[in-house]
């Protein structure tokens, strides 16, 4: 049975919603069907006292979207040319949002046809996954839902402990004490 993860999913503790995000379904609704993958790689990022999270240095106009509702989508852009996919988590009002850095088995249905093709394209990083599922910046503070384009979908698949590795986020050197600890959470294709 398939089920529409809602706000309730996401209104749970961070480091939770990142691990159990692996394995759930990501969708995209197009102009020309529907796109999924399945999501394998997921890093929390949770509250104030977190220096690796951009809400560290409190709340700003590009940060006020992680203090809102769980299952919020916070988009950004680095490098100037790549946008980063979060999911707002936690109560409304704590800062928190699980980036999603990867998905496989990428799959795309046209409208009006039932079956599903796969793709080829290569989504081993947060940047190559907005780009194949054309997500940018107009997803920014949008709530995840099928009536909005994107949303995710828990097929009922588990993946156990031991099939997940977990280890310290990537790229956050500046982070002091946050940069070592183990939210960062992938799908090991070899167990």
Known sequence: MEIILDKDFFEQNTVKVARY???KYIYRKTEYGILRAMITETEAYHGTDDLACHCS???TPRTEIMFDEAG???IYLIYGMYYM???VTMPKGFPA???IRGVENMEFKKTGKSVWEKLPNKTDGPG?????FSIDKKFNHLQL???NGLWVIDKGITIPDKNI???PRIGIDYAKESKDLPWRFKLNKKS
């Open 21 to 23: 995000l692996i394995g």
């Open 57 to 59: 240095k409190g709340k």
């Open 72 to 74: 919020k989508i916070y």
């Open 85 to 87: 996919l979060n999911f």
């Open 97 to 99: 949002a699980v980036l």
């Open 128 to 132: 190559k996954l907005t780009r194949h």
């Open 145 to 147: 839902k099928p009536k």
């Open 165 to 167: 590795l977990v280890s």
